[in-house]
């Protein structure tokens, strides 16, 4: 059994993307499965990107509440797994696209907001969400992202 160990450890933190040449743990594989076929449906064609590592931040190398990082200098998304831990599907989601957002789109911080009637407004005025998934906050909270997904994918891959 204990020779089992080593390999399963590097199975489970080695996987590798379709891109070639990345380095992306396995918890990351699924967002970015699906953002490549988001790039697809948006924008009808992929987002190349190859390289690149997406890992769980090293103990210190994230201090106060940042919940990820993008590293330009080693093309490397860093992900705090104290928050990771916490987070649902969605907001996982919005987080791994906010960092790819800014490793691979090359996109920077906007906090454009829209109106929404009756919304509740985690940070922004009233009746008010982040139209854009790369709002400094990086997540996009429930319910705006599920009910504007295809405005917030549109703006997301679209925006030079
Ligand atoms: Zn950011």
């Not at 891109?19 to 190349?48: C, H």
């Not at 906010?98 to 509740?120: D, K, M, W």
Request: one cysteine or more; glycine letters at 8%; charged letters at 10%.
């Amino acid at each position: 059994m204990k020779k089992l160990i080593p390999l399963l450890l590097l199975l489970s933190s080695c996987n590798t993307s379709p891109g070639l040449g990345n380095n992306i743990q396995s918890d990351f594989i699924p967002y970015v499965n699906q953002f490549e076929a988001d790039s697809m449906a948006t924008k009808g064609y992929p987002t190349p990107f190859a390289g690149l590592t997406i890992r769980f931040a090293y103990p210190g190398e994230l201090t106060g509440e940042i919940d990820g990082q993008c590293q330009y200098s080693s093309w490397t998304i860093a992900i705090q797994s104290s928050y990771w831990s916490q987070m649902d599907a969605i907001q996982r989601k919005t987080l791994i696209y906010h960092e790819l957002g800014h490793c691979v789109l090359g996109r920077v911080h906007t906090s454009a907001t829209f109106p929404i009637q009756g919304a509740y407004t985690p940070t922004g005025g009233p009746n008010t969400a982040y139209s854009s998934i790369m709002n400094p906050y990086s997540l996009v909270y429930e319910p705006y992202f599920t009910q504007n997904e295809t405005n917030y994918l549109k703006e997301y891959f679209q925006t030079p």
